[in-house]
């Protein structure tokens, strides 16, 4: 490898913009940084050699270079924020209301935006951010990350730790801020340095040559804060894996007792009660507000047991034993073994069984002749009753609705409307009469029959939804996210600021400085510095030009 | 009295005193003395506006007091927390900065701002089991605090390019930064047009078809756009001109809709007026008084705003808000088009700070950046909130 002497004496690694030791512009590199027709110095990096802008020989070195462009990084974050635009043009499939006509996603988005809705799924835009192009997309940003950080944290830490007070003239007249004086006394120069150190500078000497330095830490910010990012992206790697992640969604009836998915049969949850309730309407603080808005729910609660089961003969019935019974609120997740419960959904007054009577039709006093019950969930098809009747559950719609062709039909599984094609059998009869048993519906189809069912009594239920997950990737993504606050605090709240001072033998002075950021401070400190002093204040040589005058 | 009153009162009082303290600001142009020694005219203006900032402050604690949770819960309450804490992000700028014109600008933009508030439902609501946590005011004010403390780089962006685009020749940049004026001409034209139909208690109300349910919705505005489908109860009162298009989503999209088109109406009504007074654009008018601030200083303002308020911001809205989203639903990240906004200004700020590592990204681009910025921040509250559905739209 080629190196690069300068007359410093300094050896600088190939591809050095200005000199790691005196700050001498190198020359043929200078158009590296662009610096060539520039009266100022680039010091973004402090002339460090990359390596994205030294090699470009092979692949390897295209690649590296490619991706250690800011430029490619910020396109990238431009179209990762033009995808997620798009994204929310209209919702996404995880989104479709509820109560649209038609959730298939098919038929939704041409029905509800027409053509620019179709256009929308058939480029798959329904699913964007679990699309592999968007994936690629977020991946392409951390390569970028990896290699930005790596291309110059390594040159600037080196560059850094070989900076010596004694810069070559040209390295200090071509810095932002920049003062010459005539002549400056011993007793100047000696407030000067004490003033620096109050204001907390650090300074090194050497040979009358000053380097005053403070904040450096502040320019690893930008690199701690893509490691942050970057634990945040494999977190979202490990979350990807059964291993770190699991969720599934169980709906649980009150008083029975489900297993638990996941957890091969490990636990079981009961369902105690789910209990809704609403904000208190004479509530004087919120009256106005409820009888504008309606009701308004202020707790959504499932009291559960959780039990673990043990199995001491395989295949045998699980003993269960409770581990944890708790209420499970939003906000106030159950957590128990590294599993977590969150109360997601609800269903009140599903029925649970209905109780029916068979009476004479002309009987006003509906006295009844035999009764049976119905367990909506799992119907038995036949009922042999005492008095001789017999009663066969024909058709079962738990819940019922009349479809397009005016057929009767279930909308759901489950038992919110249900709905009954009974066929009685009267005692020692042979042939059945047929009875239509709905909610407010009770139809004789043949209009001849003798004997009427009537609904007696029922019991109702309600039925909680609850996710059930771990999140393993949790602390990783914590991690990340406290590394990346830190690094991007570090980086911003603070700035990194030099201050060279060179006094000749004759007594003048050349003063320069730079920051990362806020100028406005390092004047400021400037002027307190020299203050009571003859040294002059230094010039800013890049303020924006004054369009209008 | 009870504490609602006091709470009203002294939001009240809060909007007088940054009204005066504006004035005050505009008192300090004429002031001939240099940055360094402050007239007593901005001395004045910086007590009223900490006076004011205090008054506010009483009101978020007595409303607090009233309502027994922190009042960041709806849009009224979230709009007037964001123009106090761009007030404070102002009076923590100024200690360091001193320039007293940043007052000029970032108060009458705080005040637009809390009136907007002022036209959502003001009534102390209860909270629904979603928002009962202690998140609620943690993440929701660091939001807040972080988008104001972006909103001063708005403030200052906005301000930069009033004083360096050339008013003299035609051209695009001109034509763009008035229309970025015109725009809070619009906002305050919402503010009159509201509160004029507010004071004679205007109201129609429409029967209208969303997906398999009948809802009733009550127009306080004269319906120029009626709902979709919707069909007009109320009696002896203007029919609308025509339909909202089905594709507006959300709830209520007609009467939204319609806000807009009398907003825009009443906005461009001013804006002409204006002009017609003055007789010259507006961003023209406003030019001269910034005649002897730093184009330099407003660059540097723009960027280290924006650089203090991403971190704040960062923490708020994204950290925070996933940290009790996994608390609240058991996913710290849904893709909710609120997160997916918030996710998008992120990446927007993030682009502007890698931009400002290169040079050519100084002065103009980055202030149009800075004004771009803070309007992704108001589409993600206003657009986002009314118009795309999602957990967010409280309003």
Redesign the interface.
């Known amino acids: 490898m080629k190196e690069i002497k300068c007359e410093c004496g300094h050896v600088n690694p190939l591809g050095t913009v200005l000199c790691e030791s005196c700050g001498k512009p190198i020359e043929g590199n200078q158009h590296i940084d662009g610096n060539d027709d520039e009266k100022l110095l680039n010091m973004r990096y402090d002339g460090t050699a990359r390596r994205s802008k030294t090699y470009n020989k092979s692949w390897i070195d295209r690649v590296w270079s490619f991706f250690s462009s800011v430029k490619v990084g910020i396109w990238l974050i431009v179209l990762a924020l033009v995808a997620s635009m798009i994204g929310t043009i209209f919702p996404q499939e995880m989104y479709i209301p509820a109560n649209a006509p038609n959730r298939d996603p098919a038929v939704f988005y041409e029905e509800q935006y027409g053509i620019p809705g179709l256009i929308y799924f058939q480029l798959g835009f329904h699913n964007l951010y679990s699309s592999w192009w968007f994936m690629v997309l977020i991946a392409l940003i951390g390569i970028s990350l990896v290699i930005c950080s790596l291309d110059r944290f390594v040159p600037l830490f080196k560059a850094l730790r070989n900076q010596k007070p004694k810069k070559h003239k040209s390295f200090l007249s071509r810095q932002r801020l920049f003062s010459e004086t005539d002549f400056v006394t011993d007793h100047d120069m000696e407030t000067v340095k004490k003033q620096l150190r109050k204001r907390r500078y650090k300074i090194t000497e050497e040979n009358g040559h000053i380097l005053a330095e403070k904040g450096r830490f502040s320019r690893w910010g930008p690199y701690v804060n893509h490691i942050g990012l970057i634990i945040i992206l494999l977190a979202a790697i490990l979350r990807s894996t059964p291993l770190f992640y699991m969720n599934e969604y169980v709906w649980v009836r009150e008083g029975d007792i489900e297993v638990l998915p996941e957890t091969n049969g490990e636990y079981y949850i009961e369902n105690k009660d789910f209990i809704l309730e609403t904000h208190d309407e004479n509530d004087e603080r919120f009256r106005e507000a409820i009888t504008q808005e309606g009701v308004v729910a202020s707790n959504f609660q499932t009291d559960v047991i959780v039990y673990k089961a043990n199995r001491p003969i395989p295949g045998a019935e699980p003993e269960l034993e409770p581990i944890a019974e708790d209420s499970i609120r939003m906000n106030q997740p159950l957590e128990f073994d590294g599993y977590e419960l969150y109360q997601s959904g609800y269903q009140l007054n599903e029925f649970s069984n209905m109780t029916f009577k068979i009476h004479e039709t002309t009987d006003s006093d509906e006295e009844a002749l035999a009764s049976f019950t119905v367990d909506l969930r799992n119907p038995e098809s036949e009922f042999e009753l005492e008095s001789g009747f017999r009663v066969v559950l024909d058709q079962y719609y738990p819940d019922y609705y009349l479809d397009d062709d005016g057929e009767p039909a279930s909308e759901t599984n489950f038992p919110r409307n249900p709905a009954f094609v009974f066929l009685v059998y009267p005692p020692n009869s042979e042939s059945a009469e047929v009875s239509f048993l709905g909610i407010g519906r009770n139809i004789d189809a043949t209009g001849e029959n003798e004997y009427k069912i009537g609904i007696q009594d029922f019991e109702m239920h309600d039925v909680s939804g609850l996710t059930f997950k771990y999140d393993r990737s949790l602390p990783f993504f914590g991690i990340g996210a406290a590394i990346f606050m830190i690094g991007v605090i570090q980086g911003m709240y603070w700035q990194h600021r030099r201050l060279w001072i060179q006094r000749k033998k004759d007594g003048s002075l050349l003063m320069a400085a730079h920051t990362n950021k806020n100028w406005f401070g390092l004047k400021k400190d400037i002027e307190i510095v020299i203050e009571n002093t003859n040294v002059n204040m230094v010039t800013d040589q890049q303020e924006l030009e004054e369009k209008v005058e | 009295m009870d504490l609602l009153n006091i709470s009203s009162t002294a939001l009240y009082a809060a909007f007088v005193l940054y009204l005066i303290a504006t004035f005050f600001f505009g008192a300090t142009i004429r002031d001939k003395r240099t940055d360094n020694k402050k007239g007593i005219s901005a001395k004045i203006a910086m007590t009223l506006t900490v006076l004011g900032f205090l008054a506010q402050l009483v009101y978020f604690i007595t409303r607090w007091m009233?309502?027994?949770h922190a009042p960041v819960s709806n849009m009224f309450e979230f709009l007037t927390f964001l123009g106090m804490a761009l007030v404070l992000a102002f009076i923590i700028i100024y200690s360091y900065?001193k320039l007293s014109f940043l007052g000029l600008f970032a108060l009458p933009i705080a005040m637009i701002i809390i009136a907007y508030a002022s036209m959502f439902?003001t009534?102390?609501?209860?909270?629904?089991?979603?928002l009962?946590?202690h998140?609620l005011y943690i993440h929701v004010t660091t939001v807040a605090l972080g988008q104001g403390i972006l909103g001063i780089s708005f403030v200052v962006g906005l301000m930069y390019l009033i004083?360096?685009?050339?008013?003299t020749v035609k051209s695009k940049q001109r034509s763009w930064l008035e229309f970025v004026l015109y725009l809070l001409f619009v906002l305050i034209g919402f503010v009159v047009i509201t509160t004029t139909f507010n004071a004679v208690n205007y109201n129609a109300s429409f029967e209208y078809q969303?997906?398999?349910?009948t809802l009733v919705t009550e127009y306080h505005l004269p319906a120029i756009a009626g709902p979709n489908q919707g069909t007009l109860i109320t009696e002896d009162i203007m029919e609308p001109w025509f339909e909202t298009p089905?594709?507006f989503?959300g709830g209520d999209a007609g009467r939204k809709f319609n806000t807009v088109i009398w907003s825009l109406i009443a906005g461009s009504v001013i804006y002409l007026i204006t002009r017609l007074i003055l007789r010259k654009r507006i961003g023209a008018v406003i030019?001269p008084l910034l005649k002897n601030v730093?184009?330099?200083?407003l660059?540097?303002i723009e960027?280290?705003s924006v650089?203090?308020g991403?971190?704040v911001f960062?923490?708020g809205g994204l950290?925070f808000a996933?940290i009790w989203a996994?608390?609240?639903?058991?996913?710290?990240w849904?893709?909710?088009?609120k997160e997916?906004?918030a996710?998008?200004t992120w990446?927007?700020y993030?682009?502007y700070l890698?931009?400002r590592?290169?040079?050519g990204w100084?002065?103009e681009k980055s202030a149009w950046l800075a004004v771009i910025g803070f309007g992704i921040i108001m589409f993600n509250l206003i657009v986002?909130n009314l118009v795309?559905?999602?957990l967010h739209s409280y309003a």
């Open positions: 009233a309502s027994g900065y439902p009534e102390l609501a209860p909270l629904v089991p979603s009962q946590s998140w004083k360096q685009i050339d008013q969303s997906g398999t349910e089905s594709w989503q030019q730093k184009a330099d200083l660059d540097e960027y280290r650089a203090i991403f971190p960062t923490l950290i996933s996994e608390i609240a639903w058991g996913r710290f849904g893709w909710d088009p997916v906004w996710l998008i990446f927007f993030a682009a890698h931009l590592l290169s040079r100084h002065g986002v795309l559905a999602g």
